[in-house]
Antibody, heavy 122, light 108 residues
Framework: QVQLVESGGGVVQPGGSLRLSCAAS????????MHWVRQAPGKGLEWVTF????????YYADSVKGRFTISRDNSKNTLYLQMNSLRAEDTAVYYC???????????????WGQGTLVTVSS | EIVMAQSPATLSVSPGERATLSCRAS??????LAWYQQKPGQAPRLLIY???TRATGIPARFSGSGSGTEFTLTISSLQSEDFAVYYC??????????FGGGTKVEIK
């Protein structure tokens, strides 16, 4: 069965950096686009970034552009999110999510990880 | 950016009753609309995609309808496990992918 397991969250000071990982299993990772979606405490869902199955197309929300970098290692079935210049407003649970189909532009998500909490605070 | 608006923010329903949730897009998203359910402390779960196609394993009491800018999620007979927050999401024109603010379905 499909599993997505995030790791790497924690407490970081404003301006600091953190790298999240998402280990995927149960499907052919190299053929699906992957996303990061976040949820601030008590708030709704916010899409953060996407990477195509081959890493060629990458998109970011304006709120993280220039600070966050998504990447993937298809040989390790792992998705990453490098977060730099973190701000208090980046505090959220970060979910990795699998694109529903091999049509990479289909932007719905059929599986989500359990999430990892990132807290930006001094 | 396409803005998604959900109504109502909170819906109070008795078990066994029907629940109707609405989602409106600021411009047409064709049928590229998904619905997710989220329970406290859990990740969201895909219910509906393509505006009306149930995801794998989703009970038939969940149905989606609409196209263009107006969409509806109907839960025909609420079960105890259906009390949760529901989000709509458009994927017609992105980036960015955008979600509605959510509708909380609570026990009346």
């Amino acid at each position: 069965q499909v599993q997505l397991v995030e790791s790497g969250g924690g407490v970081v000071q404003p301006g600091g950096s953190l790298r999240l990982s998402c280990a995927a299993s149960g499907f052919t990772f190299s053929t699906y686009g992957m996303h990061w979606v976040r949820q601030a405490p008590g708030k709704g869902l916010e899409w953060v970034t996407f990477i195509r199955y081959d890493g060629i197309n990458i998109y970011y929300a304006d709120s993280v552009k220039g600070r966050f970098t998504i990447s993937r290692d298809n040989s390790k079935n792992t998705l990453y999110l490098q977060m730099n210049s973190l701000r208090a407003e980046d505090t959220a649970v970060y979910y990795c999510a699998k694109g529903i189909s091999t049509d990479w532009y289909d932007g719905s998500f059929d599986y989500w990880g359990q999430g990892t909490l990132v807290t930006v605070s001094s | 950016e396409i803005v998604m608006a959900q109504s109502p923010a909170t819906l109070s329903v008795s078990p066994g009753e029907r629940a109707t949730l609405s989602c409106r897009a600021s411009q047409s998203v064709s049928s590229n609309l998904a619905w997710y359910q989220q329970k406290p402390g859990q990740a969201p779960r895909l219910l509906i995609y393509g505006a009306s196609t149930r995801a794998t394993g989703i009970p038939a009491r969940f149905s989606g309808s609409g196209s263009g800018t107006e969409f509806t999620l109907t839960i025909s007979s609420l079960q105890s496990e259906d009390f949760a927050v529901y989000y709509c999401q458009q994927y017609n024109n992105w980036p960015p992918l955008t979600f509605g603010g959510g509708t909380k379905v609570e026990i009346k």
